[in-house]
Antibody
Framework: QVQLQESGPGLVKPSQTLSLTCNVSGGSITNGGYYWSWIRQHPGKGLVWIGYISYDGTPDYNPSLKSRASISSDTSKSQLFLRLTSMMAEDSAIYYC???????????????WGQGTTVLVS | DIQMTQSPSSLSASVGDRVTITCRAS??????LSWYQQRPGKAPNLLIY???WLQSGAPSRFSGSGSGTDFTLTIDSLEPEDFATYYCLQTYETPLTFGQGTKVE
């Protein structure tokens, strides 16, 4: 079955750009009609959707991030990427990549999650 | 943005109890509502999708109901492994939005 694994620097300095990678195994990013989401969770807090990229490469973002987020993919390597510019202390969080929702069955939710990667801005 | 309001934010329960968590949307989201369980240090796990459909592999003691703006997650008989935090998520439109979570302790 599909598995997701995030990786990234762990520690970034304020004002720098965060770059995270999500390796997708057991399935194709382009087949199946899924959107592929990035979601973050501040320490001890709730979940926030950052954005997603569709199976055809079209992204959509949460406006709350004020255009700092960029999501892309490399389908040949089955990888998803998140870039977040102008990092601030408030961006310290666990970042998850996840599969879902489905483009033709949005009610099916987000059904596969990576284990998450912790990012500290300091 | 669609606001998702969960209640309660936390609750105390015992093994064997029936537990109910509610989620209210700021506008109608039809049945585009899913529920997630998150244990400490772990990623969220999908329990219910489409408001009332049990995700494959999720225990049958979990059930969901509702449509439009008001939704409910019920745990029929609480098991020790069910002490966790639960979130609702609307996928009706972007930005996707989560409820603030309900901690069952």
């Amino acid at each position: 079955q599909v598995q997701l694994q995030e990786s990234g620097p762990g520690l970034v300095k304020p004002s720098q750009t965060l770059s995270l990678t999500c390796n997708v195994s057991g399935g194709s990013i382009t087949n199946g009609g899924y959107y592929w989401s990035w979601i973050r969770q501040h320490p001890g807090k709730g979940l926030v959707w950052i954005g997603y990229i569709s199976y055809d490469g079209t992204p959509d973002y949460n406006p709350s991030l004020k255009s700092r987020a960029s999501i892309s993919s490399d389908t040949s390597k089955s990888q998803l990427f998140l870039r977040l510019t102008s990092m601030m202390a408030e961006d310290s969080a666990i970042y998850y990549c996840a599969r879902g929702p489905h483009s033709e069955a949005r009610a099916r939710g987000v059904d596969v999650w990576g284990q998450g990667t912790t990012v500290l801005v300091s | 943005d669609i606001q998702m309001t969960q209640s309660p934010s936390s609750l105390s329960a015992s093994v064997g109890d029936r537990v109910t968590i509610t989620c209210r949307a700021s506008q109608s989201i039809s049945g585009y509502l899913s529920w997630y369980q998150q244990r400490p240090g772990k990623a969220p796990n999908l329990l219910i999708y489409g408001a009332s459909w049990l995700q494959s592999g999720a225990p049958s003691r979990f059930s969901g109901s509702g449509s439009g703006t008001d939704f409910t997650l019920t745990i029929d008989s609480l098991e020790p492994e069910d002490f966790a935090t639960y979130y609702c998520l609307q996928t009706y439109e972007t930005p996707l939005t989560f409820g603030q979570g309900t901690k069952v302790e």
